[in-house]
């Protein structure tokens, strides 16, 4: 018997066996679906400090998981928008094994809001803590606002290693009168910057896996970690406390795992509300149809589901403004956050990155892009199981711009972006911009292989002929988009090109949101306890009342740091 048995070894995962097992005196069991990291076994794909191996590998994916991208309206009735492929990791580490390594905390009225919503002890100030908790920074050292000893290094990559296209795009949002900041994540103004990584001196990366599974921390003998081992549901007892979970071993078996103090859910905002809802817990209209009797009614299970909605513009580039040297390097450098102004939105609600090298193939290669989000976007999606099966993926309706504040700010960020594109130290920096698709064609040739290599070796050369070749290229093989001086022109065209094609950042969050137990939608309490199930936590993103204004990893490890401290302090 195990005093905690953790269902899902992602950045939270990781971090709750950590720090729990630091107690000897409690016994603890990691459980991951996908395959385990080690430290002398990380694969290459994974420990580069370039993302895009590991973020398209299939090994290390929930393959068949898709996607309801858009907002359909109620007047608009027919078939709907065709499900898409979305990356959910399925490796030790999850998300922080193949994301793009980004350290954003976020603005502090992030926080005081998620106090104020219903999540005592979630503002700002008592959040800050674990932020510092969390990680050792290179170059600031250990301050007020910054750690020092923390698991995860987090460091910033000089200016003078910039690619041209990366110091190009800091030059023109400066041209705009974006200030620069030397920390984002101690001055919350508007400006730009030099992006916080989770990323060593040696330039790797470093996973929640990685930084906190350390080989030290794997030897302790109070601490199991069962890799390859999926959750297929959970046993009461009859006092209706969650005791112990069953499992699928690789070679087929089951499993049973007890558990004295408590099991905790850190699936992932998609699949810790499915499971929930295959085991009784949530609203009944999800699961009763598929013969699940209900056993805790809680509206807001797979509820809330928020999103960070994106698009961008890409940009054909000359050889100077390239990304050189090896895959080995990272292709993100600079960000920007501004404030949309909108009334009633807290500042730094938009972001936008600019990435050299935005695929690992031939054509990426000759490609740069600034990627812009809703950094706080209202728009709700849902989670739904399709059956009783708990392994099964589940219908994900991301819901994006149903909120037309959200749908509007990313209209103004394609204007913003064509603008930048525009100005006399980004136009010569390139040599044709245009506004980037991301669909399924896209994400297929980003897979490495052997026929995309090929593929794009043959197009590559197309690209570095005079104007009306390249651009004519372009649009027939890159994008989908029309020349972004079509779009500019015309603002119905304009919005409808970005609700056709905005996509999500992979930043899904809020499906079991903290709250108070009179609140309807809440799922859990501010220490993650699932209301009206003893024995049963939820802890990883999905317990954000709201999506912050930040790449959800770090807001991950702070969560998971911070409802780690709350569980041991409970004794």
Known sequence: MFDHVICGGGSAGSVLAARLSEDPGRRVCLVEAGPDTPPDAVPADIRLSYHGHAVYNPDFLWRGLKVTLPHRPHNQPGEGPKPRSYEQARVMGGGSSINGQLGNRGVPSDYDDW?????????????????????????????????????????????????????????????????????????FRDGWFALTTANA???HRVSAAMGYLTEAVRARPNLTILARHQALGLDFNEAGRAVAVRLRAPDGAERRLEARRDIILSMGAIRSPAFLQSQGIGDPADFAPHGIATRNHRAGVGRNLQEHPTMGMAALLPAESRMPGALTQRNIHAGVRWSSGLPGIAGGDMFALAIARPSWHAVGARLGAIQAWVNRSYSQGSVRIRSA??????????????DARDAERLMDALRRIALWHALPSLRGAIRYAFPAVYNEAVRKVAVRGLKNDIMTRLLAPILELPGPIHRAAVHAFITEGPPIGQLLGDDDRLEAFVRANATGQWHVSCTCRMGREDDPMA????????????GLRVCDASVFPFVPSANTNFPTLMTAEKMAAGIRAEG
């Open 115 to 187: 106090a104020r919503e219903g999540a005592a002890g979630w503002s700002w100030e008592e959040v800050l803590p674990f932020f510092r908790r969390l990680e050792t920074d290179l170059d600031f050292g250990e301050t007020p606002l910054h750690g020092g000893q923390g698991p995860i290094p987090v460091r910033r990559i000089p200016r003078d290693s910039w690619p041209g296209y990366s110091r190009a795009a800091a030059a023109a949002w400066e041209a705009s009168g974006l200030p620069y900041l030397p920390d984002q994540n101690g001055d």
């Open 201 to 203: 001196a040696a330039d």
């Open 523 to 534: 799922v859990t309490d501010s220490a993650g306890r699932v209301h009206g199930t003893p």
């Open 389 to 402: 099966d708990a392994t099964e993926h589940p219908e994900v309706n991301l819901n994006l711009l149903s």
